[in-house]
Every structure is written in C-alpha cells, then in structure tokens.
C-alpha cells in the first residue's frame, strides 16, 4: 500500500486501524469520502461501536478545473500538514490535532471536526458567531507574529522560508486572483448579464497598475509565512470553537494576504444578505454584525500584535526605532484592505466562486449581490495604500450599498 496511488474506502479503513491507540483492535469502521474531490480525498472514517472517529486527507496528483486536469504537486501535502503542526504550536486550540502524515501516500490523518460547521454554510444559514473575531485574531497575530522576523531569529526563519516554498500553489494564486479577472482569460467565469463589470475590469488601467502592486508584493514580500487560503470554507466553526483547517497555500507572504481573505469572504456574504435574510430590517441587522466583526478582527488582531511585539520582538533596531510598530502596522492594514478587494473582485470574475452568492436562486438578486461585491472590491482595493484606519474599509462596504 505504501507506493502513491489514491485510495480507496477500504483501504483508507486499514490504514486508520493501523494507527496507534485511536481504535480498539479489531474494530468495525465505516469510511466515507466527504471531499469534494477537485484535489485532494477526504475519508471520514468511524467506528461503529464507539464514538472515536478520524479524518484522512490525501492529495491527488491533478487538479480538476474547468473540465481538464493539470498536474499539481503532491508536496502540498507535507505543507498542509507541517502548516497545521506549526499553527497548532503557535495557536493552540485553533486547528485540528495531527495525528500522522504519510509522505509516501501524501495523506494527513487529523481530528474530525464534524460536531463544527463550516463558516461559509453557517453564514448563510444565518448564524452569529460571537467569539469567532477573538479566536481568529489570536490565529492571525500567533502565527503572523511568531513566523516573521520580528518575532522569531532571523536566520532560522530564512530556513524556513525554505522549507514553505510552494510554487505551484502560488501560481493558481498569482493566475487566478492577480492576473486572469483583469483580462479576457479562458479560465474567468462570470454570468453574461456581468459582462459590462468584467469589460470595465480589463481597461481599467489604473485599477490595474494597483492590482499589480499587490501582485507584486506576493510575489516578493516573505513577511510571515501565510496559511495563503483563509476564506470562510476553510473554517470550522461552532459558538465556543474555532478551527482552521487546508493550508496546503502555505507559504512566506505578506501578512495583509490572510486577513485580507478573511475580511473578503464576510465582505461577499455581506453582499448576498438580500437573499438570505427574510426583510430589510434583518438583512441591515446581519450587515450591521458583519462589519462589527470585521472592525473587531481588526482591532483585536492589531491589540494582540502590539502585545507580542512588546514582549517577544526580537528586532532590536526596530524596537529602539521610535513609530516602526505604527508603520509597520499601518503598511499591514493598508495590504489588508488591497488583498481583501482583490479577493472580492476573482470570486466574481475569476474561475471560483462563493455559494454565498452562487446560490442565489432569483437572477436579479444575485445580479446585484456581484455588482455590490465588485464595487467594494474595487474600491477597497483603489482605497488599499491611502488607508489609516479599518472605518475606511468599513466605511466603503456602507456607502457601496
Ligand atoms: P480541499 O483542500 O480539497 O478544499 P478541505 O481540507 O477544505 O479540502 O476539506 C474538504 C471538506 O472535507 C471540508 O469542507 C469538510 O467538509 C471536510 N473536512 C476536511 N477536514 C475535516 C476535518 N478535520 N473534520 C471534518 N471534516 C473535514
Ligand atoms: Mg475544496
Ligand atoms: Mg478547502
Ligand atoms: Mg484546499
């Protein structure tokens, strides 16, 4: 079994029985493949006498898009899983335990995580989550923090700047979110009565020249190593609890890039309330917690910082450099609002799509919910380096409206 090939339900059942200490000796499990099978599997994999359960992840060699295959590294793999052992160092609590990972098969066994929703079906189910902006801001300042030159030695984190290098990953980014929606691509996917919306993406030249500085700076910055696809569909959820899970995108990139995704999927499902909320009233009422929850991501990630920056920084000339925090953290606000617009505008435009707003049924309300997520998609990214405070970005989801 131990050559690479995909596996199957049964054999996925011997694998998780070999595991030690999680199921008794011959125990009867179940195996179900829950992923959605574009690129990696995913086996959930249970015992049928006793509550233990598992999950294994195994990457596939391809990626399915739009109806071809191309080749994709099984590497992601040991990213994903180193990723998640490293963000469950820095952020205990908020990712899956790792229980094994196999190189040969490219397969992850972690904790199964299903008593949690996935954010994305939560939000559009209508539900809040009041702790998720303290959980999540601890994620980003932990492993933003700790994995960059200001909070770990200098010549170890070159070292593993190494050990994340992910081209292959980079490049669906820098095709699918920096390059593809501002031109005529193969790859776009947008509705036919958008057209007018994709036409004026690709002449505008001034959207593109900060386009491209953003794409620049994830090609160049290696600030903090990224989980590099923090959007609501890679987050677990329930009232108490937070869980990250997919950071096969893992790689040393600007900070702005994960709070900027983060920030984005709230911004789409903020432009989708018309259709998920019954009346005016409570659609401005789940916008009005939307934007609440973004502010406070904000805050408290920039409070948390401050406070690691504080007691850990290991960058002495920064530290005696009076104003470096407050520049450092205004440049991280300013990549936030730009990556978080540009994030927007490719779940429009681009080859994937948000069920948020895919899912509209009526035409004419899913029309307007693509053209209120471009106008603030755009205009965050116009806004990204002339902004001083997260109200800007606030400001432009209210006054799109
Ligand atoms: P992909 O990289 O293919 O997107 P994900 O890691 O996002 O894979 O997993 C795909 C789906 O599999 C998730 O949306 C979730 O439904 C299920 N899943 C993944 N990890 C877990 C887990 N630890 N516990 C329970 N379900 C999981
Ligand atoms: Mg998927
Ligand atoms: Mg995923
Ligand atoms: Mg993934």
Not at 122 to 138: K, M, Q, V, W
Not at 352 to 366: G, L, N, P
Request: net charge negative; charged share 25%.
């Amino acid at each position: 079994m131990s050559a690479y090939h995909p596996l199957n339900e049964k054999e996925a059942i011997e694998i998780a029985l070999t595991l030690e200490g999680v199921f008794a000796p011959g125990a009867k499990l179940v195996s179900r493949e829950i992923g959605d099978g574009n690129l990696n599997l995913v086996f959930h994999i249970s015992d049928t006498q006793s509550s233990q359960s598992i999950i294994l992840k195994q990457a596939l060699p391809y990626a399915k898009v739009v109806g071809e295959s191309w080749p994709l590294t099984l590497d992601r793999a040991r990213i994903e899983s180193e990723a998640l052992i490293l963000e469950g160092e820095l952020a205990p609590g908020l990712v899956p335990k790792v229980y094994k990972y196999d190189a040969e098969l490219a397969l992850t066994v972690m904790e199964d995580l299903s008593d949690h929703v996935i954010m994305r079906q939560g939000l559009i189910s209508n539900n809040r989550y009041p702790l998720f902006a303290e959980h999540i801001s601890t994620f980003l300042a932990q492993t933003l923090f700790f994995t960059s030159d200001l909070g770990m030695n200098q010549q170890s984190k070159k070292l593993r700047v190494r050990d994340f290098i992910n081209p292959e990953l980079c490049k669906i980014t820098e095709d699918l979110i920096f390059d593809d929606p501002y031109k005529d691509a193969e790859t776009n996917n947008f509705e036919e009565v958008i057209r007018d919306e994709a036409q004026a993406l690709w002449g505008d030249g001034s959207l593109h020249f900060e386009v491209a500085l953003l794409r620049e700076k994830f090609l160049t910055h290696a600030q903090a190593l990224l989980h590099g696809d923090l959007h609501t569909g890679s987050i677990f959820i329930k009232s108490d609890s937070t869980k990250i899970i997919d950071p096969e995108f893992a790689y040393y990139g600007p900070m702005g890039f994960d709070i900027g995704a983060i920030i984005a999927n709230l911004l789409l499902n903020y432009s989708s309330r018309e259709h998920w909320n019954s009346d005016a009233a409570s659609t401005d009422e789940y916008r009005t917690y939307l934007l609440e929850t973004i502010r406070d991501i904000w805050t408290k990630f920039e409070a948390k910082f401050r406070v690691l920056w504080a007691e850990h920084c290991e960058d002495s000339l920064a530290k005696s450099a009076p104003g470096y925090l407050d520049d450092y953290l205004r440049r991280v606000l300013q990549d936030t609002i730009g990556f978080a617009g540009c994030k927007m505008v490719r779940r429009i435009v681009g080859l994937a799509h948000v069920a948020d707003i895919d899912k509209i049924t009526d035409a004419s309300t899913r029309e307007q919910a693509q053209r209120l997520a471009l106008s603030i998609g755009k205009s965050l990214i116009r806004l990204n380096r002339r902004a001083a405070s997260i109200e800007e970005l606030i400001e432009k989801a209210q006054s799109s409206i």
